[in-house]
């Protein structure tokens, strides 16, 4: 019996993410790394806690200045929402609905791509209008260094997204597979649970000063 | 050096290292890499003992001498000692809980590359340039102002090797949690295992904020971020914290591994079973976590303000209670025992007094109004290479007889290990006791020498004059494994007559597959258990059947090549932009590509059959 | 046996107390405290050291006792195999938890008491301190000293009264390095980003035992010439303290150089040297300005540049090339190169400075 | 590695009563997305409306960022599903570290 077996809905198991030892290994694993993970992000929330405002001079903006609710609010919805969308993925996932998988995920991915940009453009904006760069204070160092990393985070899940469907579009799924994309969706979701502290503590404790 | 490697050609043995992904070849990598590192630090430490044998020597200028003193402590822990750790952890631990291999084989063998490049990256700041000059602390202030690219080298090299640790440790965790054999219940893994288990942990939760203070300076000192830059906004606390709060995990990361292999040594040749099993567990899960709350002892000079100090203080002094439950445990496991002062056992008996010295010097240091005097001073040298020579060196030179047929099925030579033992016992605590008054009569730590007239001069020479009792110790080491590798006796299953655990119960070396079927464990110390019960081997828990065994891959090879190529490009592009860049490019091209190599191309492995097993029965388990 | 065991305990203390009271230098040690902070220091030293010997005969007794009784005797012992005693383990945790007590509490109290700088706050009409305060700022590889209150600044040689609390503030200029005086007291880090605060005491009778002259350190890793980042603390009486401080501030304009040869060296000072040395002490200059050792009383000090004998020799080596003396320093190169007759002058010159003739 | 037990083998297993179960997990997946966007909406339109002080706001916003972070991982990410001791026991190590972290960072790092 081999891992690339096929299957039929009556055949795939209940739990397929946890079927194999491999399965149950990664998943295992990956859950470790989110726990390091937690402790490199909390070192990074720490550090721009530390750093907020603390600018060379009164001419530079300040968090209450950069800020903007509505481009907050919408790279929030994005991303909140993209974490609906690979729920979904996973529960086609579990019934075996391979298709439904592809497509669900492509949403989420399309979600991702949205709060990219947004951010890209967000960055552009504040070194443009305000002169706020990753060199122009600590602040700048500590809010680039802390939000980039979580942006970084995202473009590397869509990678990792869009490697696994298009690595295994053609031969659907099976218990070698199945796993990989039940982690990275874990890995998804940990990135909206991250960015909920960022929307909370950098944007809206931010705008309140 | 083994069968295997006798058998093949170089090239061949060669291809087969630095491919492998089988537990027990990766920690004889991380034995040779660990081993070589120490000789290294251990040379940089024999020039310190030197310059400050006399005062006002000019054996090395000042520069240098930051230098070395920075490359020997960083080498020493994390080149030499965490390796070295690891090497008994994969040659032991898997074979403890009795499993074929670790869970991730494939990410085992990138562990162990990323931690040789990072290391080789770091060491070759010696011939670029200049080495490191800020201490193995890197303090801020200092090592952003600090010329050169000495300091980036560390950055670098610490990121590289640490993200190596980083996946060995996870890797160690999932194993010990879902890879143990039938009846190997938490509460009967050996010791070592335990203490694997809890290292592990602590690595998962300290190494990610080095890993920051590391991004963070890295930012700083190579594209212009202001984290550290006062006038800028920023603030070198943040370093101190983020270097302590793994800093001190760190320390528990070396000591920890190190107590386990002392449990099964005091065991195995006491005859008996670890005195209150389940209380060393406890301590050990209470030293870790206690591990975690009290690294601002390091800080107390700092003036972080009274409460703070006294917080950390008192946290810091309630370490010393699960450690000494630990140090009672083991006195009193060879208390009715019947004990055999073999070379593992000399180490292990040196161990206790050796540590206890450096422990409560430690809590000393813990008293904060007082450690305003000791900071800083040799006195802190003092205390920490007591514990870390008095306990975790001993560990490791102890586990290196120990383990030696073990993991490559020949003894080392017991009067040669007795000389290594004595010579370095004696050097040590002839170089670091006299350390302690050193450190009291007012000799700050990391000066490149002293002025005449401070009353320093006696103590000092002395100090130096140990060093090379234990240069000699490492000598005599040194020629004990090629005598001994040369005459290659082999041994049995259990060479030294007395083993408690599964791994003594496979041969020496243990067949790839390490158990034929897996063990059946019916309690604590499953091995001794069956002897007692007049038993051979172990009892099966499955029938004999298929082996599914994980490829030889290249990949980790290149992944943790590529980040190497790529550290350089990210080092010189301030200068150099024209090749730097595209050198990182291509750096971080080679890793990516590997690793899209290894996610697309399927790998499952291969299967090792029954018949086959069958056939090579003198060699496996006799089950 | 008892007796014996006692005997031993008693004699082995007194062995402890002589090797920590007599050993080092009364200038230097941390074992000879010359002040309240290092006295309260060496209580709590003292405190742990007697718990951390108790600890370690204890470990050491069983440890014998292990090793004389326990050996392999017979190959086919099989020892009874012991699964722990709950009576000692409670007694091996709660033993040590009362230790620790015993120690954490003097040292918590210690700690409060040495962080109480609050008589620094307390300012009168004309906006002085009611005690003595220094500003003592770090720079790499020298010490400057200031009295706010007092209207002057010295380098390298802090002088202080003795009998009395002495406030300081530290501050860097550069990277980080810490202030510690071992004799007198523990360390205190002097930071690039914030001013900490501490104070000492330093005592007469010790000062005169240590020749008034205290060693003072830099213990923080801050470059290639830690390891000379040398000072000297003296400390004298009151009355003396006071003669000291009018002396100082009666220097208003640069003294003028009396023999021939020092005003020639006064010359070439005031041209090559004084944009970074001053010889008045008013503390009027602001900080930045202040990049290099202050000379008003640079005749009187014991050391130049902080490790070198007080001797024109000294001087004249140090200005030749001072980068032999310490690697690093902030001073080589950055003037022109001195004949031996010009660095002779300028040695008689800086040696004539003295405010008390 | 070795043992693989699969199920796939089985043929008892009730596929219908497994639609069900998923679907029933999903909606409750819905349910508590919809709450996350709820509590969303509140924290942004704390901040909105101006007149709430700011040591209201920002401890309030805190609490419902935990909320939601609970609702992500005991729903979306399945940590209320049974094998999931180990993660649990390690996503709250890594929490407990991190909280001291930034507990650290806010109150003993000076200007
Ligand atoms: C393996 C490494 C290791 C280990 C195990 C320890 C163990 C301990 N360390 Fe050490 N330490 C270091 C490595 C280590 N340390 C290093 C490398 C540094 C310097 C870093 C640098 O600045 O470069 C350092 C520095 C250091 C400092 C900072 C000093 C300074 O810079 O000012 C302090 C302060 O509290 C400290 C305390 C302790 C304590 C309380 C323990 C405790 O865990 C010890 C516990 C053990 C015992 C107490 C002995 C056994 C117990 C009994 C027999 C029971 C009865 C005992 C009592 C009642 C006391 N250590
Ligand atoms: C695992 C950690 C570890 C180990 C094992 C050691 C081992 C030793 N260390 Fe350690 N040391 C540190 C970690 C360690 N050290 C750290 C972290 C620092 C602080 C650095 C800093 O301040 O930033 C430090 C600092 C430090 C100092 C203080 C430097 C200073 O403050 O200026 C000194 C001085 O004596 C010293 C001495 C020694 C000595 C003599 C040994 C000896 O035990 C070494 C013994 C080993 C040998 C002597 C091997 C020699 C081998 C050969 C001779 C073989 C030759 C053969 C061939 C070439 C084939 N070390
Ligand atoms: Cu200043 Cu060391
Ligand atoms: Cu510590």
């Known amino acids: 019996m081999h891992v690339e077996e096929k299957f039929t809905h009556e055949t795939w198991p209940a739990s397929p993410e946890k079927a194999t030892l491999e399965a149950k290994n990664k998943f295992l694993g990956f859950w470790f790394f989110l726990g390091g993970e937690t402790v490199l992000f909390a070192s990074l929330f720490a550090t721009y806690l530390a750093l907020k405002d603390r600018v060379p001079n009164t001419h530079q903006a300040l968090a209450k200045d950069l800020f903007e609710l509505p481009l907050t609010f919408t790279a929030t919805m994005l991303l909140l929402t993209s974490s609906l969308t690979s729920v979904y993925a996973m529960y086609h996932m579990k019934n075996f609905a391979f298709k439904k998988m592809l497509l669900w995920l492509g949403l989420t991915v399309l979600l991702g791509f949205g709060f990219l940009g947004l951010e890209i453009y967000e960055f552009n904006h504040y070194v443009h209008a305000f002169h706020h760069t990753f060199t122009s204070s600590a602040f700048g160092s500590a809010f680039y260094t802390l939000v980039g990393f979580h942006g970084a985070h995202v473009a590397f899940g869509l990678l990792w997204i869009i490697t696994l469907m298009a690595r295994n579009a053609k031969r659907g799924l099976n218990l070698y597979n199945a796993p990989k994309f039940y982690v990275a969706s874990l890995y998804w979701h940990f990135i909206d649970v991250v960015w909920v502290f960022i929307f909370t503590v950098v944007y809206l404790m931010g705008m309140v000063g | ?623 | 046996m008892k007796r014996l065991a006692k005997w031993r305990l008693i004699s082995l203390f007194a062995i402890l107390a002589l090797v920590l009271s007599g050993c080092g230098k009364p200038y230097l040690s941390t074992l000879q405290p010359a002040g309240d902070v290092a006295e309260m220091q060496f209580g709590l030293m003292k405190l742990s050291t007697y718990i951390m010997i108790g600890v370690i005969i204890v470990v050491t007794v069983i440890f014998l006792l292990v090793l004389v009784k326990f050996r392999r005797k017979d190959e086919n012992m099989i020892p009874k195999q012991v699964e722990g005693n709950h009576r000692l383990e409670i007694i091996w945790t709660v033993i040590p938890i009362l230790l620790l007590l015993i120690l954490a509490v003097p040292t918590v109290a210690t700690t409060f008491n040495l962080a109480n700088v609050s008589p620094m706050d307390k300012k009168n009409a004309d906006g002085k301190h009611n005690v003595l305060v220094v500003n003592v700022r770090a720079n790499l590889y020298w010490w400057e000293f200031e009295y706010p209150d007092l209207g002057i600044v010295t380098s390298q040689e802090l002088v202080v009264p003795t009998n009395q609390k002495v406030y300081f503030n530290l501050k860097s200029s550069d990277v980080k390095h810490s202030f510690w005086i071992p004799a007198v007291g523990g360390k205190l880090d002097v930071n690039p980003e914030n001013v900490n605060k501490f104070w000492l005491e330093f005592d007469n009778k010790k000062a005169d035992e240590a020749g008034n002259l205290f060693y003072g350190k830099c213990a923080e890793l801050c470059g290639e010439s830690h390891a000379l980042m040398d000072f000297k603390v003296k400390a004298i009486d009151k009355d003396k303290f006071q003669t000291w401080v009018r002396a100082m501030q009666n220097v208003k304009k640069p003294q003028e150089a009396t023999t021939a040869s020092a005003q020639e060296g006064q010359q070439i000072f005031s041209k090559s040297c004084i944009g970074c040395h001053a010889v008045t002490p008013t503390n009027s200059t602001p900080i930045a300005a202040r990049i290099a050792p202050n000379m008003t009383n640079f005749g009187e000090r014991s050391r130049v540049a902080g490790i070198l004998p007080h001797t024109k020799e000294s001087i004249k080596n140090w200005i030749k090339n001072p980068e032999k003396y310490k690697p690093g320093n902030k001073m080589a190169g950055k003037y022109p190169t001195m004949s031996d007759a010009q660095l002779n002058a300028l040695a008689d010159y800086l040696m004539s400075l003295k405010v008390q003739k | 590695m070795a043992n693989h037990q699969l199920n796939s083998g089985n043929p008892r297993v009730d596929i219908e009563y497994r639609r069900k179960k998923n679907a029933e997990d999903m909606r409750y997946q819905i349910v508590s997305f919809s709450l996350m966007m709820f509590l969303t909406l509140i924290a942004f339109a704390a901040v909105a409306i101006k007149g709430f002080e700011a040591t209201f706001i920002k401890p309030f916003i805190i609490l419902l960022a935990a909320v939601q972070v609970i609702f992500q991982l005991y729903y979306f990410m399945h940590m209320n599903h049974k094998g999931h001791e180990a993660p649990k026991l390690f996503l709250y190590g890594g929490v407990t570290v991190g909280f001291t972290i930034i507990l650290t960072f806010t109150t003993i790092i000076w200007w």
Request: charged share 10%.
């Open chain 2, 1 to 623: 050096m083994s069968t295997y490697a006798k058998k093949q050609g170089f090239g061949a043995t060669l291809w087969d290292f630095l491919t492998t992904v089988d537990h027990k070849k990766i920690a004889i990598l991380y034995l040779i890499a660990g081993g070589f590192f120490f000789v290294v630090g251990g040379l940089e430490a024999l020039f310190i003992r030197i310059q400050l044998a006399v005062p006002n020597n000019d054996f090395v200028s000042a520069g240098l001498y930051n230098q070395i003193m920075t490359m020997h402590g960083t080498t020493m822990i994390f080149l030499a000692a965490m390796p070295l750790i690891f090497a008994f952890m994969n040659a032991v631990m898997p074979l403890q809980i009795g499993a074929r291999d670790v869970a991730f084989p494939f990410v085992n063998a990138l562990g162990f590359w990323l931690f040789f490049f990072g290391g080789v990256f770091l060491n070759l700041s010696w011939f670029l340039g200049g080495a490191p000059d800020a201490g193995w602390t890197s303090y801020a202030s200092l090592a952003v102002a600090s010329k050169g690219h000495g300091v980036d080298f560390y950055l670098l090299g610490l990121q590289i090797s640490g993200f190596g640790t980083l996946i060995g440790g996870i890797n160690f965790l999932v194993t010990i949690i879902n890879m143990r054999a039938p009846g190997m219940t938490y509460m009967r893994m050996p010791m070592f295992t335990w203490a694997t288990f809890v290292t592990s942990a602590l690595i998962l939760f300290a190494f990610p904020p080095l890993t920051i203070g590391l991004v963070l300076m890295m930012f700083d000192r190579l594209f212009g971020a202001k984290f550290f830059e006062v006038s800028m906004g920023g603030n070198t606390i943040i370093w101190e914290h983020l270097f302590w709060i793994f800093g001190h995990p760190e320390v528990y990361i070396l000591i920890l591994p190190a107590f386990g292999i002392f449990s099964e040594t005091f065991a195995i040749f006491s005859r008996k079973r670890l005195f209150g099993y389940s209380s060393m567990v406890f301590a050990l899960v209470l030293i870790g976590f206690l591990g975690f709350m009290v690294w601002a002892h390091h800080m107390f000079a700092d003036g972080l303000g009274p409460v703070t100090n006294a917080i950390f203080a008192v946290a810091t002094m309630a370490i010393g209670v699960p450690t000494g439950i630990k140090i009672f445990n083991w006195l009193f496991t060879m208390w009715g025992g019947s004990v055999k002062f073999t070379t593992p056992m000399l180490y292990a008996v040196a161990f206790i007094p050796s540590f206890v010295a450096g422990g409560v010097t430690g809590v000393m240091l813990a008293s904060a109004a007082a450690d305003y005097q000791y900071h800083d001073s040799y006195f802190v040298v003092a205390h920490f290479h007591y514990v870390i020579v008095g306990g975790v060196v001993l560990a490791l030179l102890g586990g290196t007889h120990l383990y030696w047929p073990k993991i490559f099925g020949t003894m080392l030579n017991e009067t040669l290990g007795k000389i290594t033992f004595w010579l370095f016992l004696i050097g040590f605590h002839l170089t670091f006791f006299i350390q302690h008054f050193l450190g009291l009569w007012g000799m700050p730590r990391r000066v490149f020498t002293y002025l005449p007239g401070q009353g320093f001069e006696t103590a000092n020479m002395v100090s130096s004059v140990g060093a090379f009792f234990m240069a000699a110790g490492v000598i005599v080491l040194l020629i004990n494994i090629i005598t001994t590798s040369v005459k290659n006796v082999r041994v049995g299953n259990d060479p030294w007559g007395d083993g408690r655990t599964l791994e003594w119960a496979l041969s020496s070396p243990p067949p790839f597959y390490n158990y034929k079927q897996l063990p059946l464990v019916r309690g604590l110390d499953a091995y001794w258990i069956e002897k007692m019960e007049g038993k051979k081997g172990l009892t099966p828990a499955e029938p004999l059947g298929d082996i599914h065994m994980p490829n030889s891959s290249f990949l980790p090879f290149m992944m943790s090549f590529g980040l190497f190529v790529a550290a350089f490009g990210a080092m010189y592009h301030g200068e150099h932009g024209t090749w730097a860049f595209p050198v990182l490019f291509l750096g971080l091209a080679i890793t990516l590509g590997s690793m899209f190599l290894r996610s697309v191309k399927d790998d499952h492995g291969f299967h090792i059959h029954k018949e086959d097993l069958m056939d090579d029965d003198e060699k496996g388990v006799k089950a």
